[in-house]
């Protein structure tokens, strides 16, 4: 063994000790390595930067782009949303339909963004239908872990093992090279969860132990009796209201407060903040709260000939709209001019555009005579408006303390109305993959343009939602696989298997080979154990005269297969806090999944990869 060889297997060694003891973090273990490797001889600094440059790098960061995109424009709410209406309350249903839907979404955000994403809208499909959190998140990461094996881009771990493919003049996989063995890995992977979901662990979680701070729309509309003050009315055709600015009318006189205007032109429906200004339209639909009695507000509707809508059946005082529309708390200071006025005569709605819709003074919460009560200090006064306006508030104040913003103001679409952009734009990256027009870090790279162009991310947001830990980690473990493949680590290894397990099939020689990778997984990312596990695996295939595909194969699988332990991949990471788990409970429930998923590649991999 040679000096170099002893440098590198030093350096290796301290790597893996920083890893398993996550000191220090992932990404400064990388930087160390890009630094450190020079100094050894065996590779120059230009060579360990390079990781930086590579295409899997910049495929990883312009999905990440995209990823935001579909998030920050609903797209990913609206599975959430859909999740909860099929499934209702059933426990099987929640499962299966957040695993495929997780499985499928991250082969467009990769398996730590899906997760990532994912995580909060299985908190909340956990607390509507009464799941343990325990129950859920567990699931929803081997759902992640398993989309690594449906697509080209679906995780790191595939990306770099192209690379390391092409760096040694292979022709790399296709973008569903790896499909025909993540379906049935999905479905393993599903019906274990559903087998071992009753011994999943119960606890209560971190996120559940911190829940319940910030106050909801729902809780708000019930202390303040708002439920049966909300109306929508169409304005037809006959309306003396028609062509009339709202500065004209007198709503309030009738007791009547216009919180928001929908108009639809050219099949898009935008939502209106009233003003003075504001001219009233033909086939306009006023959302409304009254603070008279329906009889009453029928009775207007016939006044101005306005249609009386029904009310959507799974809201309440307008919650159906709330990545529009909001609501604030705030409180009277002592020096708030507000303070020995009425609500009726203050200008509020001019001052902040915002309509005030309650009054509490200390326990008390006022009926539908508010609007002429005398304000006091201290009073809280209930707030509803857009979303940009409550935010101005609540960063300026004035007259006013902002007090609670509600829970739902973290849930707020930064590109509402951009969903179908952003599909439009994932589906012709993924396209341009599949067909191979453009090389794919081209295409993951007009992908990610496009949703800039469309509006449904903006540079700030794109920066911001690159994960460079993730980034900085794979270009600082890309320079060890050269090292290890010069100074001759890679032979030797390849060597020692096959003296080992060579005389046996090829198969054996394949197991082992997951057995490896499976095990540094206990101790390092899968990433990273990809970049290290790939060329002894492509050199054992020379070693057997064999195709070299089956054996690169077998690693993309193993290295996926990473269920074992929290620190095997970020995925299983996400998921400890929010579900409660411990480190034993990915030990207990991730060592046989691993046996299973073991067995079914090396049964797989041959039939559709042959040896020769």
């Not at 979303?387 to 101005?392: K, S």
């Not at 990610?448 to 794979?474: E, H, K, P």
């Not at 596990?533 to 020379?542: V, Y």
Request: net charge neutral; aromatic share 6%; charged share 15%.
């Amino acid at each position: 063994m040679n000096t170099e060889l002893m440098m590198i297997l030093a350096l290796l060694g301290a790597a893996i000790v920083m890893f398993v003891i996550n000191r220090p973090r992932m990404d400064a273990v990388g930087l160390i390595m890009i630094v450190a490797m020079p100094l050894t001889g065996v590779v120059t600094i230009r060579e360990t930067t390079l990781g930086f440059a590579d295409s899997s790098i910049i495929v990883l960061a312009a999905l990440f782009v995209v990823g935001e995109g579909l998030s920050r424009t609903g797209v990913t709410r609206q599975i959430s949303d859909w999740i909860i209406r099929t499934a209702g309350g059933d426990e099987t249903r929640v499962i299966v339909l957040i695993m495929v839907s997780a499985a499928l979404l991250g082969i467009l955000m990769g398996s730590t963004g899906v997760v990532a994403l994912f995580v909060p809208i299985a908190q909340r499909i956990a607390q509507s239908a009464k799941i343990p959190p325990g129950r859920i998140m567990m699931t929803l990461a081997y759902a992640a872990l398993t989309s690594g094996m449906l697509a080209l881009v679906a995780t790191p771990v595939n990306l770099v093992i192209n690379t390391e493919m092409v760096r040694q003049n292979i022709a790399p996989f296709g973008f569903f090279g790896i499909t025909p063995f993540g379906i049935p890995m999905l479905g393993l992977a599903i019906g274990y969860m559903l087998l071992v979901r009753k011994w999943l662990p119960d606890r209560r979680s971190a996120a559940d132990a911190a829940a319940g701070g910030a106050p909801s729309l729902r809780t708000w509309i019930e202390q303040y009796g708002l439920a049966d003050r909300e109306y929508r009315v169409r304005v037809t055709g006959a309306s003396p209201l028609v062509g009339r600015r709202l500065a004209e009318l007198d709503l309030r006189g009738h007791g009547v407060n216009l919180l928001a205007i929908e108009r639809t032109r050219r099949f898009v429906t935008e939502m209106i903040r009233p003003g003075a200004r504001t001219e009233i339209e033909a086939g306009d639909i006023l959302l409304v709260d009254s603070l008279r009695e329906k009889a009453t507000a029928e009775e207007l509707a016939r006044q101005y000939a306005l249609e009386m809508l029904s009310l959507d059946p799974g809201g309440t005082y307008f919650t159906d709209r709330s990545q529009q529309i909001g609501m604030i708390e705030v409180m009277l200071p002592p020096q708030s001019t507000l303070v020995g006025s009425t609500i009726r005569a203050a200008e509020v709605r001019t001052e902040y555009g915002l309509t005030v819709i309650g009054l509490r003074r200390g326990r008390r919460i006022f009926d539908r005579d508010f609007p002429d009560q005398e304000l006091r200090t201290g009073d809280t006064l209930l707030l509803v408006g857009f979303w940009r306006d409550i935010t101005r508030l609540a960063a300026h104040g004035g007259d006013v303390i902002a007090l609670n913003q509600p829970a739902e103001f973290d849930e707020v679409l930064p590109a509402a109305g951009k969903a179908p952009f952003a599909i439009g734009s994932a589906a012709l990256m993924v396209l341009l993959m599949i067909t191979g027009i453009v090389p794919t870090e081209h295409a993951a790279l007009i992908g990610a343009l496009l949703m800039g162009l469309f509006g449904c991310i903006d540079m700030a947001s794109s920066y911001r939602a690159i994960n460079w830990q993730t980034v900085v980690l794979i270009a600082g473990m890309l320079p060890f696989s050269v090292a290890l493949q010069r100074t001759g680590a890679v032979d030797l290894a390849a060597e020692a298997m096959l003296a080992a397990v060579g005389g046996s099939s090829p198969r054996v020689v394949m197991a082992a080979l997951f057995i490896i990778t499976a095990v540094m997984g206990l101790f390092i990312s899968n990433t990273a154990t990809a970049v290290l596990i790939l060329p002894l695996g492509l050199q054992l295939a020379a070693g057997l005269h064999a195709s070299p595909y089956p054996f690169a194969m077998m690693v993309a699988l193993a290295a996926s297969s990473a269920f074992m332990t929290p620190v095997s991949s970020p995925v299983n990471m996400l998921v400890v806090a929010p579900g409660g788990y411990a480190f034993g409970d990915f030990v207990k429930f991730g060592v046989p999944f691993t046996i299973v998923a073991m067995i079914v590649s090396v049964l797989m991999v041959p039939v559709l990869l042959p040896f020769n």
